[in-house]
């Protein structure tokens, strides 16, 4: 088998070893997938500048984000499913990146419970939340987070309402669960993964058993969890959070400047422009085409994360230009948990660390806390920034 060089290495692997319907639950985007594109493509479009002649022998990719020092600014996102990548994957994951010095960040959504994954580790953890109908509910999850020492609360904002993604349907993953012929076919093809997802802790929501419903069985809590995506979401939820929970907040899911600024005001320690990795409204700009005017305008009120497309240490550069403290990344590390469990995520950010440190090098940057617009092509803000739905257009 040929060297694995690149996060695309890792997601052919992929491919090959877990079934079609789990891989594309990870891969693919809402509709026709325009937003799903347009982040890989806006980024792709962005320029480096190749500087010379710089003593760059001496580099850091180390930085803070919330505060908590880390070894190159990136963090684990919080992805649904993840025990079904790999068995215990959310494990894997929080352990690999732990180990390797950059937060992980468990999703509401995880096959692992919230007290499984800490009982496995030895240091916090973040923790994603979703605000459902069931505000008795949603707190408990809160006070589970608290009670497990979770360092940092990340809240969605921008799934109030699920976005249609054609290919989960297409391949039976939907809610309830659909056992088709040709997904129960790709099952009997991966043997050793169904062995050991079987053997793994668990095989369905943990944060969610103690859900109304959940013991009468995976169907009955498969449509509570479909009923309890909420529309009446506002920011007086985000308030009501903010209340109840003691430790630093990050709101995720901002994609436009006038709820940036709210999301600034209402006491967010941090906030994560971000699409839903195109997974939600499609048709909305890349999160990197929105970055630029985001970070201008909630200025030093709050930190500014990155989630969108991020698949190599350039893509991380770029962010950083425009504006962000850090990015998050989704795919890219449950492209390597299902390659390669524990070790393969260490691989994948094994190889967005070197490739930031070899960017950052063959662009005269020698400390990535104090990467600028200047190491894009067009340094100028007027190139970089576009308006939503526009074409990105460098100068």
Request: charged share 25%; net charge positive.
């Amino acid at each position: 088998m040929p060297p694995v060089t690149n996060i695309e290495d890792l997601r052919r692997i992929a491919r090959r070893r877990i079934p079609r319907a789990i891989f594309d639950y990870a891969d693919r985007g809402s509709y026709d997938e325009a937003t799903y594109r347009a982040n890989r493509e806006d980024l792709a479009a962005l320029k480096l500048r190749q500087r010379v002649m710089i003593d760059v022998s001496d580099r850091s990719t180390a930085s803070t984000m919330l505060g908590e020092p880390v070894s190159m600014p990136v963090a684990i996102a919080p992805t649904g499913l993840t025990g079904l990548f790999h068995a215990d994957g959310e494990i894997h994951g929080c352990r690999a990146a732990h180990a390797f010095g950059i937060p992980f960040t468990l999703s509401t959504m995880s096959i692992c419970s919230i007290e499984d994954v800490a009982a496995a580790v030895d240091k916090p953890f973040w923790f994603q939340l979703y605000v459902m109908r069931d505000r008795g509910f949603a707190e408990s999850l809160v006070q589970r987070a608290i009670a497990a020492k979770c360092s940092a609360l990340v809240l969605t904002l921008d799934l109030q309402i699920q976005g249609q993604r054609h290919q989960d349907i297409k391949n039976g993953l939907a809610v309830p669960p659909k056992l088709t012929l040709r997904n129960a076919l790709d099952v009997a093809t991966k043997p050793r993964w169904a062995l050991e997802v079987l053997r793994g802790k668990r095989k369905t929501f943990g944060n969610l058993t103690e859900a109304p419903g959940a013991k009468e069985g995976l169907s009955t809590l498969s449509h509570w969890i479909a009923g309890q995506f909420d529309p009446s979401l506002s920011w007086k939820d985000v308030a009501w959070i903010r209340k109840i929970w003691p430790g630093k907040l990050i709101l995720k899911g901002v994609l436009d400047v006038e709820d940036a600024r709210i999301a600034a005001d209402c006491g967010a320690d941090a906030m994560v422009v971000s699409n839903h990795g195109g997974r939600q409204l499609d048709g909305a700009p890349s999160s990197i085409s929105v970055l630029p005017a985001i970070a201008e305008a909630v200025g030093d009120k709050t930190e500014v994360l990155f989630d969108g497309g991020v698949r190599s240490g350039q893509d991380v550069l770029k962010a950083l230009a425009l504006g962000a403290r850090g990015c998050m990344i989704g795919k890219a590390w449950l492209y390597g948990l299902a390659a390669g469990g524990g070790p393969g995520v260490t691989q994948a950010l094994e190889i967005i660390r070197k490739e930031l440190d070899v960017s950052m090098a063959l662009t005269g940057t020698k400390d990535v806390r104090n990467v600028t617009a200047e190491v894009l092509h067009a340094p100028r803000r007027d190139d970089v920034v576009r308006p939503a739905g526009s074409r990105l257009e460098l100068a």
